[in-house]
């Protein structure tokens, strides 16, 4: 290898040089402003992250994953892996390779940070070494890569259908001018590495490019306006980048730390929140996911479309958007770079101003504590009670609608001779995640100050919840040390695996529904679904676990109302009904009310088939 | 000016010519369900603040029409949130985001 | 307002009232806060229309106050009415005069009672026996002193030395008329016109040259209310309403207020003072307030009595404007004589209320 | 010869029987005491809950019994009954004999006048639901045209479920004709408010809860449940009127343009007179009274004798139409059972 030009230079670099400066820069302040907008803590917390091993590791495995290899994306759909992971990881292997192409034969020039991208102007072939052509080779493939993933992209761009997407987000225009200058880069590249390939030398793709060009076009002058056209797209490019949804590709680099971190999302449009917006790459796999797309005019609620309105600062879009959404983290669940759609949205809500605000002072909470310290004695004979277990069942006010869930669920203590208390049997207090998710985070934890004294008072070791509303906010945000929280899928999977409850398995078919809040908010997929096992046969919604549809019922909607709910209600119920199954269950009190308005088929409470299957046995 | 020991006790009559309703016509237009109330006292019924402030949406909803809002504040002081009487609504209001929007439109403070 | 529909609720509700021959008796109150009123009473049936009214010395309280107090059972109000029947039949009349409003309501809601439960009347007759050894007849007609004036209405409009009008051009008098609430309220049948809109007031108001005026709170109590004055704390509610009453009748400019009560020409006249010390305000024109008064004395002053003699200087109000106004000539310096020209002594002057 | 039935009254229940019958071959005969035929709703500009022009339902019942013989302006000076039917002497001094008469007498709209706490005859801009009616089809109405009116006030029930005006029942149709009008109100004065003061909403019939939302919602009417106590006019003859606001527990005031009376139904008297002629009974509601309310609504205890419509209480139109059709299916019945 030898260099043609001594200087190392040419004017067509300046454009490539203008979009790397403005890129580069762009994204270095934008980087510096969201730490420093982080929350103190947060900052220090995200700093020390960054000399830990284990979490160095684990970004460094993420960076590759997730923004090379799209392995979430991969996972979700293979084609449009393979189209995104083409590109991001082809291109990243051509700048690496270029790189060492030239501390390899130029060391002397790794310091022009134009060189790698324009190398094969720069120098001339001298001798055909095995390295070179091995370098050669990888260069023109990882190529070939990247055009494959262009075809795709185009292919996609034309019918997105093709690629298993009903839905997908409508490009703005800086998106589209992106999108063409990155669709010409590599065609350019090629263009103009083919026009140089028999001086600087190629392989398969280009020098084949180059004796086609020179059998019709003899002048090599052509090479030059093809360099330039190649640097052009580089710069509109990357100028347009922090204007288009690429800005994901660099926010992405920045967000995974951050989240590695455990930072969590507590401004609205600050921090880690903003970087989440940038981060969003407007691939709309949160349309499809979403709920609330059954209903195509909701199309543009989506999180995409939110994260889209916060960039551009339209306040009422995205009070709209914010407002609407069910809440239920299916985004969130199927997101490729972790865009948590619910938190960003109650942080929206929390920005709201009211002029009212409710207040608790002056309730007092010894009356209520007063109704709950009572703990019911069970002297069931049948069951050995191994430890002095004194549970405090909160039913919460979804649960005071649906008397069958509490019904069942106090028969089933009963049957197992637990002492217990209902906590809320005369009213009580709201368990603050309504409030929460409205926003209002100050009011939500007068509440939860509220019924922490009351559940401390009461002298309980076990706080049991049928509704997972209550369950996502008492293990989320209540400070109840030394007193167990449980879900009633996960208490009474306890009492069946430790014998306490003997299950009688009934000839019917059971679809689970997973409801969000205890589903993807709380991580609880199993213990309900042995207990529907226990019971009867379980069977699958077509989507499930992660990807469940919320009933349309959530409280997390402000806005959504209700004759607009119908149509969720009825999607989700379709959903379930692909195993056609003999009753619906699911372990949400609202879930089931919701259902039960629409479905034919019986919808009934976890609780509900259990406290039945334990029925027989004492018959 | 004598000092009688008595005065002139304040009309308890709500007087339809002098409340200003411009508020509870802003409220109307972001929630139009508001005016759809037909007072069937479900939400009162089922709300758990209503045994702290004695909260109901239908009287909020009322006093609000009636120029009574000190009192409907009062009762809205205990609201929760929980959607429970969203849930019992006959007439499918969304009480929750009208509660809120309450709590935008009107203020305490402003006495138009 | 449409005239016509009120002329058809009058003509709906016309009440029998015989020409001559009645029992009259007084009023518990009137005599202390009008004395000219059923004096005058006398003197215009008797002397000037000529005709026989008489009355006892031995009539008492109707105990219509102690009745609406709920200081007494009605069937001891109804003894006590009993009684007074008794007196009526023992004098030989038949038909019974009532001064007093309460007592006129009290009247006709015992006579409707015993009508619908004449177990009671027979109850009440031998209770009457027991205690003074009387017995009774029913009256045959029962009527409200004002019924008679109203009756008399065109007689004394014929004998009229004045009319309700505006020396100065012409204009009929804006009069408000204010019916005690016990006139017809209960017994709407029983009053002349009616409950809604009675005329009986309107009646002579309309003979005597004045125009009624309607105002949206024509029909509301004049605030007395026997639970309400009479309890301090309940004052300020018996004053509110009075205060009512006056700012819906504002806008019309009245010139004066005819009653037929013994209450509310009291409390319309005496609270205009306490309106007027506490709130600054007064209702009549020039800082004067509305003269109220009551039916016998504005048939005195047309029948051209001399307003001391007819008591008007009793009244809180200052009556002078409306003296003038109508065209009575009046002896400013004899205000405040009595009877044979005694001196009663100079009321102190409000602050707010013009007076003299 | 072709079966003569009588038909009292020439209402809509009155015209669509003789529709039927004349469509049955009978030979029906009505009588009406007016000039006109249509009876009340004729009156009417649009009907609930499609605001179907009354004129054109009238119009078509005239229409298709134009075949019947027809006696305006007559009266009934009496009914003789004979072994096995009637004599009917009409005022015209018409004589007819016939085995069936179907009463379709109908009712009579509550005289507001009686309710004089509401001033009806009294205050100049206190009108009936009979005359928005009337301004709805004539535009004539110096109360209303050329006039400023920003608010106007409904009283529910006037005359019904009013023992004091003699009225126990309900009339059914008043609280949607209110809402009726008050939207069509709304619709003419858009500026305007509107009050409805009711005591219940009775809004039982097909899409007339559709008729309450909306006119809640699109429309901003104000409902007051409330009956309303009295109402006095003011210096610029408006109405002041008086009610509590019983969900509220306060009592209530407002000063209004206009205030419309839902004047109720009520027994009409020419059919009690009527009736006494053959000494049927008449219900303690004053309207006369069917052999049973539940199964044998149109018929009464006496052979040949039948009624439809609002002469046996309240009705809404479909449900007259609806009954003057049994009616003539019950004596056709009893027509072909004879024959046989």
């Known amino acids: 290898m030898r ?59 993420d960076w590759f994953c997730d923004c090379l290899f799209h392995v979430k994306l991969w996972k979700r759909n293979k084609l449009l892996g393979y189209m995104h992971s083409s590109i991001a990881f082809g291109w990243f292997m051509i700048i690496v390779i270029g790189h060492i192409e030239v501390f390899l034969y130029t060391p002397e020039r790794m310091h022009q940070v134009w060189y790698p991208i324009f190398f094969r102007y720069f120098v001339a072939v001298t001798e055909n070494t095995m390295k070179g052509s091995f370098f050669f080779f990888l260069m023109d493939f990882f190529l070939l890569v990247i055009l494959s993933g262009i075809v795709l992209a185009i292919v996609k761009r034309i019918r997105s259908r093709f690629f298993g997407m009903r839905r997908t987000t409508r490009a703005s225009i800086t998106d589209l001018i992106g999108l063409y200058s990155l669709w010409s880069i590599f065609p350019l590249r090629l263009l103009a590495e083919g026009f140089t390939a028999d001086i600087s030398g190629g392989s398969f793709l280009t020098k084949s490019l180059n004796t086609v060009l020179h059998s019709f076009l003899s002048d090599q002058m052509n090479m030059l306006p093809t360099w330039w056209a190649y640097s052009i797209a580089l710069c509109i490019f990357m100028c347009i980048l922090p204007f288009s949804r690429y800005m994901h590709i660099p926010a992405e680099i920045l967000l995974i730390p951050l989240r590695n971190a455990g930072i969590k ?67 969130t669940a199927v997101c490729p770079v972790g865009v948590e759609g619910d938190k960003m949205r109650i942080a929206q809500r929390s920005l709201r101003k009211y002029n009212l605000a409710p207040s608790y002072a002056n309730i007092d909470e010894n009356i209520l504590i007063s109704r709950c310290n009572k703990f019911v004695n069970t002297s069931n004979t049948n069951v050995t009670s191994s430890k002095n277990q004194k549970v405090i ?29 209902i906590m809320d049997k005369d009213g009580g207090i709201c368990c603050g995640r309504p409030m929460m998710t409205a926003g209002r985070i100050e009011q939500a934890e007068e509440m939860i100050a509220k019924n922490t004294a009351i559940i401390k008072a009461s002298g309980a070791d076990t706080l ?104 969720l209600t009825e999607n989700a119920l379709n959903n379930l009904r692909i195993a056609s199954p003999d009753t619906i269950v699911t372990a949400c009190p609202l879930c089931r009310s919701t259902f039960n308005r629409y479905s034919d088929i019986p919808v009934k409470d976890i609780a509900e088939i259990l406290d039945e299957a334990t029925m027989k046995r004492k018959r | 000016m004598s000092i009688f020991g008595f005065r ?105 | 307002m449409i005239y016509q529909g009120k002329q058809k609720i009058w003509s709906d509700y016309q009440k029998e009232i015989p020409d001559d021959h009645w029992f009259y008796v007084r009023s518990c109150i009137r005599q202390n806060f009008f004395p000219g009123s059923e004096r005058m009473m006398m003197e215009i049936c008797r002397n000037v229309l000529g005709k026989d009214f008489y009355e006892t010395e031995h009539h008492t309280t109707c105990g219509g106050i102690a009745y609406h107090c709920d200081t007494i059972p009605q069937e001891t109000a109804m003894t006590i009415v009993a009684r007074q029947f008794a007196l009526m039949t023992e004098a ?17 809601e015992i006579l409707e009672t ?134 819906s009748m504002e806008p019309y400019k009245p010139d004066m207020i005819i009653t037929n009560c013994p209450g509310c020409p009291y409390f319309l006249d005496r609270w205009q003072y306490v309106i007027a010390e506490m709130e600054g305000k007064t209702y009549g024109q020039n800082g004067y307030g509305i003269p109220v008064l009551t039916y016998e004395e504005v048939a005195g002053l047309v029948l051209g009595y001399d307003p001391w003699d007819l008591g008007l200087q009793l009244h809180q109000v200052a009556v002078e404007p409306l003296l003038d106004k109508i065209g009575i000539e009046y002896c400013a310096e004899d205000k405040y004589k009595g009877l044979n020209r005694k001196d009663i002594m100079r009321p102190g002057l409000p602050e707010n209320l013009k007076c003299f | 010869m072709k079966e003569i039935v009588v038909i009292i009254g020439g209402g809509i229940a009155g015209l669509e029987a003789a529709t039927q019958l004349l469509k049955l071959g009978y030979s029906p005969i009505i009588i009406e005491k007016n000039d006109r035929l249509g009876g009340h709703v004729a009156r009417w500009n649009r009907l609930f809950p499609d605001m179907t022009p009354a004129k054109d339902i009238v119009d078509d019942l005239i229409a298709s019994s134009k075949d019947a013989n027809i006696f305006l302006n007559t ?142 919602r699109d429309h901003g009417i104000h409902f007051i449940r409330g009956r309303v106590s009295e109402v006095s006019e003011n210096i610029n003859g408006q109405v002041i009127v008086k009610a509590e606001d019983t969900l509220a527990g306060k009592p209530l005031k407002v000063t209004l343009d206009l205030l419309v009376l839902m004047s109720g139904m009520v027994c009409n008297p020419d059919s009690t007179k009527a009736a006494s002629m053959l000494h049927l009974p008449i219900d303690s509601d004053g309207f006369l009274q069917s052999s049973d309310n539940v199964f044998h609504i149109t018929s009464s205890p006496r052979k040949g004798i039948y009624y439809a419509g609002a002469c046996t209480g309240p009705k809404t139109v479909p449900e007259t139409l609806a009954e003057a059709r049994s009616a003539v299916l019950d004596i056709h019945s009893e027509i072909t059972a004879g024959k046989k």
């Not at chain 1, 609330?292 to 916060?310: C, E, F, G, P, W």
């Not at chain 1, 919460?396 to 609608?401: D, E, K, P, Q």
């Not at chain 4, 016939?98 to 379709?104: G, K, V």
């Open chain 1, 265 to 331: 999302v507590r401004h609205a449009r600050k921090g880690i929140a903003k970087l989440q917006v940038y981060s969003c790459p407007g691939c709309g796999v949160c349309i499809d996911a979403c709920p609330m797309s059954a209903v195509k005019a909701n199309i543009k609620d989506t999180t995409v479309y939110l994260n889209r309105q916060i960039k551009r600062y339209n306040e009422r879009r995205i009070e709209e958007i914010s407002d609407k959404c069910l809440l239920c983290g299916k985004c």
């Open chain 4, 75 to 216: 009266e009934i000076s009496f009914v003789n009954r004979l072994k096995d039917s009637y004599n009917v002497m009409l005022s015209n001094g018409i004589s007819i004999n016939s085995r069936f008469i179907l009463y379709t007498t109908g009712f009579r709209l509550f005289e507001a006048q009686k309710k004089e706490e509401y001033g009806y005859g009294v205050y100049n801009q206190v009108l009936t639901n009979a005359d928005l009616e009337n301004w709805f089809n004539t535009d004539k109405d110096k109360r209303i045209s050329g006039k400023d009116i920003r608010k106007i006030g409904f009283v529910h029930c006037v005359g019904s479920r009013d023992e004091k005006a003699r009225n126990s029942q309900c009339s059914k149709v008043c609280c949607i004709t209110a809402i009726k009008q008050a939207i069509e109100m709304k619709e003419k004065f858009p500026e305007s408010e509107v009050f409805c003061f009711y005591m219940d909403l009775r809004l039982f019939g097909k899409k007339f809860e559709d008729f309450y939302t909306k006119a809640q």
């Open chain 3, 92 to 108: 030989g009349y038949e038909n019974y005069v009532a001064s007093c409003i309460t007592s006129f309501g009290n009247y006709t």
């Open chain 1, 3 to 61: 260099e043609i030009y001594l200087s190392g230079y040419s004017n067509f670099i300046i454009p490539f040089m203008i979009g790397m400066i403005f890129v580069l820069s762009w994204c270095a302040i934008g980087a510096v402003r969201i730490i420093l907008q982080l929350p103190a803590d947060d900052r220090k917390k995200f700093f020390l992250s960054l000399i830990n091993p284990r979490i160095m590791l684990k970004n460094i495995r």
């Open chain 1, 393 to 421: 069942y909160f039913s919460g006010c979804m649960t005071a609608l649906t008397p069958a869930i509490s019904k069942a669920t106090t028969s089933l203590l009963q049957k197992s001779g637990i002492s217990y208390e």
């Open chain 2, 8 to 112: 002139i006790s304040p009309s308890s009559a709500m007087n339809l010519d002098t409340i200003d309703r411009s508020r509870f016509e802003e409220l109307c237009r972001i929630e139009p369900d508001a005016a759809r109330c037909m007072s069937c006292g479900a939400c009162s019924a089922t709300c758990p603040a209503s045994e702290f402030s004695g909260m109901s949406v239908r009287k909020v909803l009322l006093c609000l029409q009636r120029g009574k809002e000190e009192e409907a504040f009062r009762m809205m002081n205990n609201c929760m949130l929980c959607g429970k009487c969203t849930m019992v609504c006959p007439r499918g209001i969304n009480t929750r985001h009208l509660i809120l929007s309450i709590c935008r439109i009107y203020d305490k403070e402003d006495k138009r």
């Open chain 1, 464 to 567: 049991l919840l049928s509704c997972p509303i209550c369950y996502k906010i008492f293990k989320e945000r209540y400070d109840l040390e030394g007193i167990e929280i449980l879900h009633h899928t996960e208490f009474f999977d306890r009492l069946i695996n430790e014998g306490r409850l003997s299950v009688n398995k009934e000839d019917k078919k059971y679809a689970y529904h997973d409801p969000c809040e205890l589903g993807r908010g709380c991580g609880i997929y199993d213990q309900p679904r042995n207990i529907v096992n226990m019971a009867g046969k379980l069977v699958e919604g077509e989507k499930n676990r992660k990807e469940s549809i919320c009933c349309g019922g959530s409280l997390g909607s402000l806005t959504l109302s209700f004759e607009k709910r119908k149509a």
């Open chain 3, 114 to 247: 015993w009508h619908e439960f004449p177990e009671l009347e027979a109850k009440i007759r031998e209770m009457l026996w027991k205690a003074c050894r009387k017995e009774f007849n029913k009256p045959k007609y029962l009527a409200h002193s004002s019924d008679l004036i109203y009756k008399y209405r065109n007689d004394i409009a014929e004998k009229a030395r004045f009319r309700l009008v505006d020396k100065e051009n012409g204009e009929p008098l804006r009069v408000v008329e204010h019916i005690g609430c016990h006139y017809s309220k209960m017994f709407p049948s029983k009053g002349v016109g009616g409950a809604e809109y009675p005329y009986v007031l309107a009646g002579m108001i309309e003979s005597w040259g004045g125009n009624v005026i309607d105002y949206p709170e024509r029909r509301h109590c004049c605030g007395y209310g026997f639970r309400q004055y009479h309890v301090k704390a309940n004052r300020g509610y018996s004053l509110s309403n009075t205060h009512k009453k006056f700012e």
